[in-house]
């Protein structure tokens, strides 16, 4: 394979490296590595959108012809339209994340590890987006999220950031000692890990319960990366424990990869294996499918129960993501070509809205805002730009029409509908989460816009106006607004060229 | 061919922004962006002269019709689709008087002027928009715009308990609006359509199994009938209307309650005339607890703005039995109703505001004899009271003659029972306007006067509609019957 093709990851490591050494040689400006970051993760977005075919990029190509969407085969990795989509949505995360970080103290410690360590976590994300192998996935995935569990403590000041570092590592290593053991089993049921090999060219197996208990093992595995219930406790502490920048790209970036994951390990036997004979009438489909299904309807019911009982905004969102996540699975569940399209306009919409919604907490507790949700009181006519940002964020959360959460939630809801059947209920449950969900975002816009300001502590809570957020932090939050509400009205574009990639994946097409 | 429907968006859209945007001038660009467009309205009236009628396969055409690709994808297609017909053009003749009306009425908005009259034209341009869209998501779009300004129109401007109401609004009319949205997307995808777009739903729909169609009818009727409100799911409504600032309230009730109805009768009774079939009983009982329970409760209430908001609940009982009916002479009467109840509920919510700024409270038990001292505020009283309770020669007669008597030809004597509640409702408005408006002087302070200018303008335009069309209903009978009902029985 011509090593250019793979120009987008060598960009990001090359990054990467480069920050290492520029910490080494004595560079103590935050600027200087987050221009880095924010540069290559930039460059490498539009040399991915160029390998989609984007008309105004083609020239930048560096894929050779005939590789993308080309069928499976053994290797370790493969081109895919929906991998180099998930490879943007990444990117987009990244860039995002440290465009607002160069609004950070200009001379604050560890710095450079910061940057270093995003731009690594990024590698792996692209990693996994190309994987075509069990086990090459597996490393990738490790190799994200042992760069995020260190981005968690990079401070090493506060306690309570290293605690949640802590708390990510041993839930982290126990989902990948489930997910390598749920490899192995499957190794030893169809005597290969290659996507090919458990998909298209498997062979009849004579021993499917084994195959059954290492997809179950897998669901566990990949289920704490997504934040899937029961395995998503430890998100709400780490998201909450976790420096707000930091919370941004693990919600925003780190927890799709886990999305794109169970794509690639679980649209093979619900829609391949499912039809091979030798398997029976659905193989062991049904079971996986409803195992699914009940996954989703969980996560998205339980994350938006204990939603609505928080008094602290950063474990609402993270709460309210945990939520999101519930929606994504019933792409996966459903598994035709619409919904993984749906799933997929989902991951990106989660992109602007949550990514968005921490950069807003982290500008609003740069200004000297408390943690809890009523620490907010009055903040909109003070804070009328900043608040006017998070307000369209919420409300594309809760998938108010003409922001890029409704088009999203349409169309994955949607898609469940026109899959009928059984699949009907999905979308139901989806849509009555969405109208448990306004709940809690209706009081925070509540609380920002109508409740009035504490008397006490109102000069303490809120700042007077002249108090920045930093132009990078701005610049982030204004990008991520207007995609919001531009993708919100004229999704057209995006997202035909996304249900095009979908309708293409190897195992929706095969 | 010019496109008028998204000229007349564009209008209000315009005139929107522009407010948002102009500071302590908001309310010359509201009123110069609201005449404008009821100016617009009028023209695209006269020059309504003939339906564009049925087209091939019995599939009924609009006027103005206008369908640009918006998202097309293999599976799902959607359009931004507007047309309109003469159900479509009434109400946005509705839309644009209430429109004027209300920004004449609010003229000395002192709390946030620009933010005020902004929001009263976002939430006009969302009502208008769900009146013209012939598609699904297009539909649903304009009808969840609706609900954000609406939902600060009342958290911010409202009365004590109004952050309360807001949310109980938003929360009731959002879930509503999902279950709404679910039926619709069903009715697509099991009837196998093209796309989201009403003109080629209509064939596939209207050819669904029976036991689909009921289901469907349900969703549809709970998401629509939220909106109206039906009995048992009113409860929203007494508390939203209370606590909203007066202007909130005149467009609560002239607009946000037809947008139920019209809905309903679009994208239900059209789309799913077997559904309506099996479920008519279901409709019948419904809007007749309606009738009754309005109207009782209305009788209890002391606070004028109460007693409005609950009959309110008792006139679209109406209007709900008229569309049950089915009939074109039904859904005639309906879309009669639903206009003169637009204006009626108007206008009596206004003069509750205004006796409110008068007078200092809303009991009707607190003050009486205002006539003396008031006269033309208590003439308004009077038409507004006397419209209500049906009074020949005024707007709701022929409307509420015609649904009961469209009624007649499915339930005979249960027509009696909303009739003998008539009664009740002509008992109560004249009770109220006997110990209100004659009765002897109390409750009146000393230094009283007349509502402002700009409040008593308002109120006469409306009050000179009343009037208008309860003289002359065949000016809005002839552009009604000038839809898909002709078809009809």
Known sequence: ?510 | MLPVLSILLATLLASTLLTFLSGRWARYVALAGSVVFLVEVLLLLASFTQWAGFGAGGVPQYNDPETYPWISISWLTVNYAVGIDGISLVLVLLTAFLLVATVVYSWREEKEPALWFGLVLLTCLGCYGVFVALDILLFFLFWEAVLIPMFFLIGYWGGPRRRYAALKFFVYTHVASIVMLVSLLAVAFYSGAASFDFTSLYGPARALGATTQVFLFLGLFFGFGVKFPIVPFHTWLPDAHVEAPTGGSVLLAGLLLKLGAYGLIRWAVELLPTGLGHLAPLLYAVAIASIVWGSVVALAQRDLKRLVAYSSINHMGIVLLAIAVGSSLGVTAAVLLMFAHGIVSALLFMVSGSVHHTFGTRDINAIGGITPRTPALSTLVMVGSLASLGLPALISFPAEFGALLAAWDRISYWVLLPLLILVVTAAFYMWLMQRMLFGPPKGIPANVHEPPSFELAAMSILAALIVLYGVVPSLLVQVIVNSPIQGWP
Do not use: C
């Not at chain 1, 004979?277 to 204990?306: H, K, W, Y």
């Not at chain 1, 070509?337 to 799933?343: M, T």
């Open chain 1, 1 to 510: 394979m011509d090593p250019l093709a793979y120009a987008p990851e060598f960009v990001v490591l090359a990054a990467a490296l480069l920050v290492f050494l520029a910490d080494v040689l004595g560079v103590r400006r935050l600027e200087a590595f987050g221009g880095i970051a924010t540069g290559a993760s930039a460059v490498a977005f539009a040399l991915v959108l160029a390998d989609l075919g984007t008309p105004v990029l083609s020239g930048l190509s560096t894929l050779p012809a005939g590789v993308l969407d080309a069928p499976l085969g053994p290797g370790i990795t493969s081109f895919t339209s929906l991998g180099l989509v998930f490879q943007a949505i990444f990117l987009l995360a990244a860039f995002f994340v440290s465009l607002a970080s160069l609004s950070r103290p200009s001379a604050e410690a560890g710095s450079a590890v910061f940057f270093g360590l995003l731009l690594l976590a990024t590698l792996g994300m692209l990693l996994v987006a190309l994987s075509a192998d069990l086990i090459f996935l597996l490393l990738a995935i490790e190799l994200a999220s042992i760069s995020t569990y260190l981005m968690v403590g990079y401070s090493r000041k506060e306690a309570r950031h290293l605690e949640a570092a802590m708390k990510f590592y041993i839930i982290g290593a126990l989902s990948t000692a489930l997910s390598f053991f749920g490899a192995s089993l499957l190794f030893g049921a169809y005597g290969g890990t290659s996507f090919y090999g458990l998909g298209p060219a498997a062979t009849p197996i004579g021993y499917p319960t084994l195959a059954l208990v290492g997809y179950a093992l897998l669901i566990a595995g990949l289920g704490f990366k997504v934040t899937a219930v029961p395995f998503h406790a430890w998100a709400v502490d780490v998201y909450d424990g976790a420096p707000t920048d930091v919370s941004a790209f693990l919600a925003g970036g780190t927890k799709k990869m886990g999305i794109f994951a169970f794509f690639l390990v679980f649209l093979a036997p619900l829609l391949i294996l499912g039809h091979t004979p030798a398997l029976g009438p659905r193989g062991f489909a049904s079971a996986l499918q409803l195992t699914l299904g009940i996954a989703a309807v969980l996560t998205m019911t339980v994350g938006n129960l204990l939603a609505l009982l928080q008094k602290e905004m950063k474990r609402l969102l993270a709460y309210s993501s945990i939520s999101q996540a519930g929606y994504m699975l019933i792409g996966v569940a459903v598994a035709s070509g619409p919904a993984v399209a749906g799933a997929t306009f989902q991951v990106l919409a989660h992109v602007f809205m949550k990514t968005g919604a921490f950069l807003v907490v982290a500008a609003v507790a740069s200004l000297g805002v408390g943690p809890l949700i009523e620490d907010w009181r009055g903040l909109g006519p003070r804070r009328p730009y900043l608040s006017l940002s998070f307000a369209l964020m919420l409300l594309s959360l809760a998938g108010v029409p003409l922001t890029i959460g409704f088009v999203s939630k349409f169309v994955l809801f949607s898609s469940a509908v026109q899959a009928k059947g059984p699949f009907v209920w999905l979308a139901v449950a989806g849509l009555l989460n969405s109208a448990l969900s306004v709940f809690y975002y209706a009081r925070i816009l509540k609380t920002i816009y109508l409740d009035p300001p504490a008397p006490t502590d109102a000069p303490a809570a809120v700042p007077a106006p002249a108090a920045g957020i930093g132009w990078g932090r701005g610049a982030a939050i204004l990008l991520i607004t207007v995609g919001i509400v531009a993708l919100g009205i004229y999704p057209g574009p995006v997202l035909s060229g996304i249900q095009a990639a979908a309708s293409q994946f190897v195992f929706v097409g095969g």
